[in-house]
Each structure stands twice: as C-alpha cells, then as structure tokens.
C-alpha cells in the first residue's frame, strides 16, 4: 500500500482523495429556522407508528417505527409540510426516555426533496427537549444544528401525540 498526503492508495487503486476547494467555489453557510408539528398516530385504522420490537405494553425495550406526518399547525388537518420517517425506542430504565434516530423528510416548497437527520436522547416528559441535528440532504447538505420539541397533546390511553418542533439549522 502507499501513503501519501492527497490521497490513500491500496492495491487495486485509489481509496480516497482530497483535493483542494477553489475559493470562488465556497458558499456560505445560512442559519435556517423552522416551527411545524409531528403527529405520532399509534391506534386507529391507518396508525403512522407501529412497534417493531420489544415487550407489548410501553416501556423499556420498546422499539417503534414511525413515518408521521409533519404540519404546518397542530390540528390533523393542517398542511403537510413533510414526513418524519425513521425509529424510536424506550431506551432508559430510570426514566421515560426515548432514543430518536429519525429523518424530517420535506415534502413542499423549497425544501421539496430536502431532508434533516435527527440522532439522540428525547426525555419525552421534560416540558422542552432539545435534540441534535447530525445531517442533511438536498437544502440542507452538511446540516448541523438542534431542534427543540414541545407536546402539545397527548393521549395517555392511545399513547397519540402532537409534538412542537422548532429547529435551528446551519447548512450550505
């Protein structure tokens, strides 16, 4: 194997390379804030998450799957503005903790095609969580920032929910 310090080359040929950014090609980096709503639908005829793994009942263990809609307003009915698609399990022992590792895909206007990646810790009774922006797609490539959730309702019967989102979000 060679070494050298523009690129990693092994036996069948180049493994990586770096190579210099003209200056005129540099963007700027934008902050972008957005404010839309999650709706987790567990019961019902068309539920938008479903429990893939882990005991029956919701506690530790239990692991969802989810691709719920994203509104502009809280009610059902609001506009769709994109879908939160991705896991989320009951992840602490000690408390109601939610593991979240979940992409915002948008559907509209434009960050049509665009998605933010969501990878971290939801302590879902704490009146405001904050959670990492680890990525992006599309609008929002080498994204990076965090999103604060709010509920705003919950059915403690059903376990549906509407969940506040604003989220701040440096990207190119």
Wanted: aromatic fraction near 10%; hydrophobic fraction near 40%; charge should be neutral.
């Amino acid at each position: 194997m060679l070494f050298s310090t523009s690129c990693f080359t092994t036996i069948n040929g180049v493994f990586s390379e770096q190579s210099p950014m003209d200056i005129t090609t540099k963007r700027m980096e934008k902050l972008t804030h957005l404010h839309f709503y999650f709706h987790d639908t567990l019961d019902g005829t068309n539920p938008t998450a479903i429990r893939i793994a882990g005991p029956s009942e919701r506690s530790f263990g239990t692991t969802m799957m989810a691709d719920d809609p994203l509104t502009e307003g809280p009610e059902a009915n609001s506009k769709l503005v994109g879908r939160a698609q991705g896991i989320y399990a009951l992840a602490s022992q000690h408390d109601i903790g939610l593991l979240v590792v979940m992409n915002f895909a948008f559907l509209k206007g434009m960050y049509n095609g665009s998605a933010l990646s969501i990878l971290g810790h939801n302590p879902i009774l704490d009146k405001v969580r904050e959670m990492p922006i680890v990525g992006g797609s599309g609008v929002f490539r080498y994204a990076r920032g965090y999103a604060l959730a709010k509920t705003v309702w919950f059915n403690q019967k059903t376990g549906n929910v509407v969940v506040e989102y604003n989220v701040s979000v440096l990207h190119f």
